[in-house]
């Protein structure tokens, strides 16, 4: 039966979870923070993961941005295709959602044009980058993510061969995380995307860092990855802040997906502790 989905209330939905994504980090990453204070045994660690925690706490009260980069917004969206969008374009919807997010929630505008000749502000944070996928039913689940910079310019991309197996995917990711140190804010979350190909990977990597914190891939060779690359990337001892000490990663994350036999692809999208994300389903 097609059930019909008013355009407003997608605009309406988009600008609600990105005022939530920025004000109010998820329980399950102050939920690991708090952990990883416990396990940190670098008093420079505890005093930055401290100060983090503190900061995330007074946003959520003060409803103020808890980073001063408030991102690029990111959608993934899975659209029932027995509902039908009224009333508006499904995409002018979700911008002007972000508009009025970024405009009167004083968020920072972040977007530019055109990234390569002049460089001008959009002066509204959008367009939002949409991805969109068909599924059976009549809902729209929104997921939305305000995605930073000084993390997302430290990730990265590669083709291995399908001889470099699980130990040229750990060589790369560890290169990776050691190659940002510092510059992406840690502790980080950490998506790893493996298969299809270079684009899909790269979709898959920034998908994963939407799971919750503490929930394995589902599959018990990938959820062995997972717990060993955590435990490799810290004990690079880059530490929170970049300024030393075992807690640089809160989470690896990944996703994998059929590929050509030819082929590894594996992109590496790293995020800052202000996992920024939120979900809502209309």
């Given at each position: 039966m097609i059930r019909e989905i008013k355009?407003?209330?997608i605009k309406d939905t988009v600008k609600r979870l990105l005022l939530q994504a920025n004000y109010e980090i998820g329980t399950d990453v102050l939920r690991e923070l708090g952990?990883?204070?416990?396990r940190e045994e670098s008093a420079t660690g505890k005093s930055v993961l401290?100060?983090?925690i503190d900061n995330h706490r007074i946003a959520r009260q003060d409803r103020i941005a808890m980073c001063q980069d408030t991102g690029m917004v990111v959608l993934f969206v899975s659209l029932g295709q027995e509902a039908i969008i009224t009333g508006g374009d499904f995409t002018e919807a979700?911008?002007?959602?972000?508009?009025?997010?970024?405009?009167?929630?004083?968020?920072?505008?972040?977007?530019?044009?055109?990234?390569?000749?002049?460089?001008?502000?959009?002066?509204?944070?959008?367009?939002?980058?949409i991805h969109l996928e068909l599924v059976p039913g009549d809902?729209?689940?929104?997921?939305?993510?305000a995605k930073g910079f000084g993390s997302e310019n430290m990730s990265r991309g590669k083709m291995l061969l399908p001889s470099a197996g699980v130990q040229g995917v750990t060589d790369?990711?560890?290169e990776t995380v050691q190659k940002a140190g510092p510059n992406p804010c840690p502790p980080l979350v950490i998506g790893v995307g493996i298969g299809g190909t270079l684009d899909m990977a790269a979709r898959l990597a920034k998908i994963s860092l939407l799971r919750e914190i503490g929930c394995p891939n589902g599959d018990i060779h990938?959820?062995?990855?997972?717990?060993?690359?955590?435990?490799?990337?810290?004990e690079l001892?880059?530490?929170?802040?970049?300024?030393?000490?075992?807690?640089?990663?809160?989470?690896?994350?990944?996703?994998y997906y059929p590929t050509h036999i030819a082929g590894l692809p594996v992109v590496v999208n790293i995020n800052c502790h202000a996992a920024r994300h939120a979900a809502a389903e209309i």
């Open positions: 355009a407003e209330k952990l990883s204070l416990k401290q100060q983090i979700v911008n002007q959602g972000v508009k009025e997010a970024y405009t009167e929630g004083y968020l920072r505008k972040s977007v530019v044009e055109d990234p390569l000749f002049g460089r001008k502000n959009t002066g509204d944070n959008t367009p939002a980058v809902r729209i689940k929104i997921q939305v993510m790369f990711v560890i990938y959820a062995a990855l997972e717990k060993e690359l955590k435990e490799r990337v810290n001892g880059i530490g929170p802040a970049g300024l030393g000490g075992r807690i640089t990663a809160l989470a690896v994350n990944v996703e």
